[in-house]
């Protein structure tokens, strides 16, 4: 749902939240800063979009790998496998 730029050339796993957009796909939004000593980012997080090293940008609308955290998403009310 967002640009997304990464610091260096590596393999990124952005926190972020995932939410249905009006075409039925889902969207994902980062929760904010994404330094690894962060922790308010990743207690937002629902899933982290997985970015591979090749990637320094991509625009909003571009396909990423999501990868759903189980807790959060229980949180929020979803049933478990």
Not at 47 to 61: E, K, N, Q, S, T
Not at 62 to 67: E, N, T
């Given at each position: 749902a967002e640009p997304v730029r990464t610091p260096a050339p590596l393999a990124?796993?952005?926190r972020?939240?995932?939410?249905?957009a009006?075409?039925?796909t889902l969207a994902a939004?980062?929760?904010g800063a994404q330094g690894s000593?962060?922790?308010t980012s990743m207690r937002r997080?629902?899933?982290l979009l997985a970015i591979p090293a090749a990637v320094d940008a991509l625009p909003a609308g571009v396909v990423v790998h999501a990868l759903p955290l189980r807790?959060?998403?229980?949180a929020r009310g979803a049933t478990p496998d």
């Amino acid at each position: 749902a967002e640009p997304v730029r990464t610091p260096a050339p590596l393999a990124h796993y952005l926190r972020a939240t995932l939410a249905r957009a009006a075409d039925g796909t889902l969207a994902a939004r980062l929760t904010g800063a994404q330094g690894s000593g962060l922790l308010t980012s990743m207690r937002r997080a629902d899933a982290l979009l997985a970015i591979p090293a090749a990637v320094d940008a991509l625009p909003a609308g571009v396909v990423v790998h999501a990868l759903p955290l189980r807790g959060a998403l229980l949180a929020r009310g979803a049933t478990p496998d």
